[in-house]
């Protein structure tokens, strides 16, 4: 019988990637479980037609999780932190995650983490705000604190990277502007930035599933790539067929005051990506990803699959009418 496993955010792009990674393996060792708050929407619907069965369950919710989780052998664990913007709700979905994992006696889970900035930095240092009182950069850190939560069930513990993702989904890309050139600012300096395709997370987490107990306790960080700010860029240009892209290297408080929702967030976790580049690329290795994940893509490979999307966020937003 197929080994079924529960995949939380089966809708999103993590858990996405995982449910789509299960669906597409014809050897029927494992099947997809996609949790979902609403099995009508249809990315929902989208999975099922390949094969997924999909079930309700909210992360605020236990009991829900529990029963979601009966009768698993693993589950994908993910909290989406944007939601809400709190770190303290992220530790709480965390914990309710954990809880039913155990309750429903899961062989493996997979807790999609982050590393805690704070380690990187003494309490009293002063190069950027504590932010909801006790965080550098609370979608890290939080994740990181819930890593205590899953002491009690097998777990892996995947450190996931910045997907490039996001430069169309969280409106990253250079955007094109009235004088025809393209730019973006970043406060990166001249640091790499160790980037993933988003569906490649969920690739790499099946490759941990199809591996086993070896991975039980263990940390696994991963990414596609690590390219400095210039460097991607010059690959935006090349790959779309622009003639260049400025990088406006800005420096994190300029970042942090831009007033976007999530602007003191992004930058404190820009600064910690370029002041402690090292350690965070040594929390990943490319060869470990590469062997869990042969498809791994890489940013040329994954600008081609998603070449309309990028050059479709690098317009300008077209003019308010009045
Ligand atoms: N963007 C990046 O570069 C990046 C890099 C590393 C880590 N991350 C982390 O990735 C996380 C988000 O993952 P993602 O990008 O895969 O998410 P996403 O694409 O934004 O989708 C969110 C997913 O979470 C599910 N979800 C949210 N709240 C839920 C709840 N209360 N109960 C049940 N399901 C819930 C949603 O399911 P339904 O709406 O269908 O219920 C959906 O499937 C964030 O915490 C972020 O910090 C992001």
């Known amino acids: ?117 704070r380690a990187f930095m003494s309490s009293g240092d002063t190069r950027m705000p504590m932010l909801q009182e006790k965080y550098r950069v609370p979608h890290f850190d939080a994740k990181a604190e819930a890593n205590a939560f899953f002491g009690g069930v097998p777990t892996t513990y995947l450190v996931t990277s910045f997907y490039w993702d996001n430069l169309f989904m969280f409106g990253l890309a250079p955007k094109k502007g009235e004088d025809g050139q393209y730019s973006w600012t970043f406060p990166m300096g001249n640091e790499k930035l160790a980037g993933i395709a988003a569906e490649d997370i969920g690739r790499t987490a099946y490759g941990i599933f199809k591996a086993g107990q070896q991975y039980v306790g263990k940390t696994v960080g991963i990414l596609g790539e690590a390219l400095t700010i210039d460097e991607m860029g010059q690959k935006l240009a090349a790959g779309l067929g622009i003639s260049a892209v400025k990088y406006n290297a800005v420096e994190p408080d300029v970042y942090r005051s831009f007033g976007f929702p999530g602007a003191d967030e992004m930058g404190n976790m820009f600064q910690a990506d370029r002041d402690f580049a090292k350690q965070m690329l040594a929390n990943r290795s490319l060869e470990e990803t590469k062997k869990l994940n042969p498809q791994l893509q890489s940013f040329d490979q994954w600008l081609q699959t998603n070449k309309g999307a990028v050059q479709a966020a690098t317009q300008p937003a077209p003019a308010a009418a009045n």
């Open 1 to 117: 019988m197929a080994k079924i496993i529960a995949v939380v955010g089966s809708t999103g792009a993590q858990g996405g990637g995982l449910s789509r990674a299960i669906l597409a393996d014809t050897s029927g060792e494992f099947a997809c479980r996609a949790i979902t708050r609403d099995p009508n929407k249809d990315k929902a619907r989208a999975l099922a037609s390949k094969g997924a069965e999909v079930v309700k369950a909210d992360l605020d919710d236990v009991e829900s999780l529990k029963t979601a989780f009966a009768g698993a052998h693993g589950v994908y664990a993910v909290t989406n932190f944007w939601e809400h913007f709190s770190g303290e709700k992220e530790k709480a979905q965390a914990k309710n995650i954990a809880d039913a994992a155990k309750a429903a006696g899961v062989r493996h889970v997979i807790w999609s983490t982050l590393e805690d900035t």
